[in-house]
């Protein structure tokens, strides 16, 4: 089992920025990948950023230049960076881990953490 938590949501106003961390109770090394997904009321979960083992990162469209995804394996974090947020950005994140293999499952989630842009 692994462990993911979550800090930093909060209500921002458009324009500013947050920090979201995510704390692994698990080496984030031996992840598949990390990420952070967003659910906001009446859509479906989707993904804003995620970074592989080989430091690859990825970014949905709509947060590209704005948000930036980083870990650091020594702690075994994953921190979302947001900036210029959008009243469209409000939502709750939610990060995830992917440690599944060729013989097993690994798909974890945090409990999530409000984000809040008011205009």
């Known amino acids: 089992q692994v462990q993911l938590v979550e800090s930093g949501g909060g209500l921002v106003q458009a324009g500013g920025s947050l920090r979201l961390s995510c704390a692994a109770s698990r080496s984030i090394f031996s992840a598949n990948a990390m990420g952070w997904y967003r659910q906001a009321p009446g859509k479906q979960r989707e993904l804003v950023a995620t970074?592989?083992?080989?430091?690859?990162?990825n970014y949905a469209y709509s947060v590209k230049g704005r948000f930036t995804i980083s870990r650091d394996i020594a702690t075994n974090t994953v921190d979302l960076q947001m900036s210029s947020l959008k009243p469209e950005d409000t939502a709750v994140y939610y990060c995830?881990?992917?440690?599944?293999?060729?013989?097993?499952?690994?798909?974890?989630w945090g409990q999530g953490t409000q984000v809040t842009v008011s205009s």
């Open positions: 970074v592989t083992r080989g430091a690859r990162t």
């Open positions: 995830h881990a992917d440690y599944s293999t060729a013989s097993s499952g690994g798909d974890y």
